[in-house]
């Protein structure tokens, strides 16, 4: 689309999404949690009881395996059973017949503040992802940050994500993360708030370490009973160039004072090399670290990592879509990384649906291989579920279906076109399912979407906004 047709294409729908805006409301009006004074949201479902029956049910769990035909039983927000059948009177019965039951999926990895941008990074250098979004998200305001993260955590839950990591780099006041992470309460989901650094902060300038410990000292007002955690979105020893040491030390210090996860973005690119090498020399990897990328990780630096018990996000579709290469997701593997797979920004890979990157991953691995069976849809799928959740420090609460787990299930209907017929339950999710497959949406014992609906929120609400939020910044910003 040339740029004048593209101008004149986006006024249209900014005009579109106004008249769209005036009839809906939404669907479920209540109080909105501490810190939404003055503003609605959605109330979130209740905690029930109920039984998913007749579905096909994938547990992930390697002693449980495959239920040709099975139950989940869930209470007050836990499973408490799954079987061939299980007894359980009086509880609700939600039918799944024709349907995957599988554990949901956890994300990984995910700039949703700049989901607003989703198709903004353009064709040549000056429009590209990060000047795209650096220019965006200078002038982005608190209720910017809440729009771009309730776009994305209503797109994950309807694309069957019921974990998210919310990896902020955009904080350019206490109040920019409160709005955010105020989004991912009121939508329900599971998630880690990894607190970044604003767009256009110098590599020479440290974070605001007494706002992070602040939040992190108020942090039980905004976990949402234990859904939300905080992280440190770390920016370590390079981004464009190498940052000064009175920067990155202190910076990981913090995080370890108040023993929280750092998650960093390392060795995309080529060069400069051997940057994860670099930081196991001074002892910065560890546990708590989370890699992000790695596309070009050495075989020595995987040891390093695995060494160091640290994890790696897998993000193959932004890597391909934005040049960065093809990550060696099988060395990871064998290098006994426990690794998840992540979304990274819509803005790079259009739509985020996780089915979506987990093929990708398979396939840009047998790709790079030349091996067909490099990988698996099997395998894929762990990545996406109880492996995603390893690598996460949350295998012990999510992943798989398991009697004790919290109660965090997706069903996904094979009576679509696209999903007919139906034969292997990891191929057809890895290589068909789409969002609007996504049936039943559980988070913590809430049934977030029903019959392929959201249940919380009013889609057409969310996008409304969403809408007059990007036309709002982009006439502040000047540009494009
Ligand atoms: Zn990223």
Redesign the pocket.
Known sequence: MCELCRRSFLRGVAAFGAAAALPSPLLAQAPGPAGGAGRTASALPARGEFVIRNGFVLTMDPALGDLPRGAVHVRNGEIVAVGADVNAPGAEIIDATDMIVLPGLVET?W?MWNTLFRSFSGDEQAHGYFPTVARYGAVMTPDDMYQGARLAAAEAINAGMTTVHD?CHNIRSREHAERDIQALKEAGIRARFSYGWAQGQGDNDILNLKDIEALHAAWKDHANDGLITLGLGWRGKFRAGPLPENVYRPELEAARAMGIPVTV?IQSRKEPANQIAAHAKENLLGKDVQL?HAVWATPDELKMVKDAGATISI?TTSDLRIGFGSPPVSDFLAAGVPCGVSV??AALIGNASLFGVLRDVRDAENARTLNEFKLTARRVLELGTIEGARSMGIDDKVGSLKAGKRADIITVTTRALNMGAFLDPAHLLVGSALPQNVDTVVVDGRILKRSGKLVAVSEAQVVADARDTVEAIRKRANWR
Do not use: S
């Open positions: 990895h700039h990896w973005h992000v993000a990274d920004t």
